[in-house]
């Protein structure tokens, strides 16, 4: 199959050092397979999105020589797709409706003794996998089981990553039935990449190391959906002088493209890649070499 790469941003505000790693990486994947790269607009959280963000992002990108193969797409024009997926869902029994509030989940959590740690999953304990006790609806949830005649089951997923090796999760006992929509219209981001990727052809995905975790749940869904998987690679993490993750929620500073090489270098070098050329295209091409000795792989997908 050949290879289809992506880099899907978040058009919360323009790009910063962090979200070029995951956009260099993803091109140099790309490339260093004789592949197509693909820029994908993830604004269905509308709410947190900035006007104009999203062009800026893709002029940034076009700075530093990371230009899409075909047009982008935003997910804001694909509801369509998102919604036959969780028709598809429900009328199968993988999905249901949730009334639970946050706090009614916290609340349950800490009368089971499981008080959700700081930066922790709200892991859900499935209060409307049988009805909704005359709440309204809140949510649609995904069953997180690996049977839906059998819902009490625990589902545990074991993948491989390209970058961090073997992994492991217990889906159920760290992240429970995850939502899919909400009442207020907003589509989950985790239905919205399951089924992009899987309508662009997608077969390899890599981003950030802080979405690994999300990878078992996405995984789960591909399958009840009867979607292609792809195969996954998760960068390091630039991280603040506290140790958080470099986000925009911890005030990162916008990517300073006055030198658009040096930028690339110091994305690079979280990549462990040392690329001496001094000229743009030259070097791309030579951290695409360096790339491709570390992470080429063959073309069957895990």
């Not at 982008?72 to 919604?83: D, F, G, H, I, K």
């Not at 929620?249 to 001496?276: E, M, Y």
Request: proline fraction near 7%.
């Amino acid at each position: 199959m050949p290879y289809l790469g992506r880099f899907a941003p978040s058009p919360t505000g323009p790009l910063h050092a962090g979200s070029l790693v995951a956009a260099l990486a993803s091109w140099l994947d790309a490339r260093a397979h004789g592949g197509r790269w693909l820029l994908r607009i993830e604004d269905v959280d509308r709410a947190r999105c900035v006007p104009g963000a999203d062009r800026e992002i893709i002029e940034q990108l076009r700075r530093c020589g990371l230009v899409s193969d075909a047009p982008p797409v935003w997910q804001s024009q694909r509801t369509n797709l998102y919604e036959a997926a969780l028709e598809r869902l429900l009328a199968a029994g993988w999905a249901y409706p949730c009334g639970c509030s946050r706090a009614e989940i916290e609340a349950v959590l800490a009368a089971q003794g499981r008080p959700r740690a700081r930066h922790a999953e709200r892991v859900y304990p499935g209060t409307c996998r049988n009805g909704l006790h005359g709440q309204p609806v809140r949510a649609t949830r995904l069953l997180c089981a690996p049977d839906r005649s059998h819902p009490d089951e625990a589902l545990v997923i074991d993948w491989h990553d390209r970058w961090l090796g073997p992994q492991c999760q217990d889906v159920s006992a760290q992240v429970g039935d995850v939502v899919l929509h909400r009442a207020d219209g907003a589509w989950a981001y985790q239905l919205a990449v399951v089924v992009d990727d899987a309508a662009q052809g997608v077969t390899d995905v890599v981003r950030g190391a802080d979405l690994a975790d999300n990878t078992p749940r996405q995984r789960h869904l591909q399958q009840v959906l009867g979607l292609p998987r792809p195969r996954y690679l998760h960068t390091p993490l630039v991280r603040t002088s506290d140790g958080e993750k470099l986000s925009k929620r911890h005030a990162a500073a916008t990517l300073d493209l006055a030198d658009p090489l040096a930028a690339l270098r110091g994305a690079a070098a979280v990549l462990g890649l040392d690329v001496a050329a001094h000229e743009l295209d030259p070097w791309l091409a030579a951290a695409t070499t360096q790339w491709a000795a570390r992470h080429a792989v063959g073309h069957a997908l895990a």
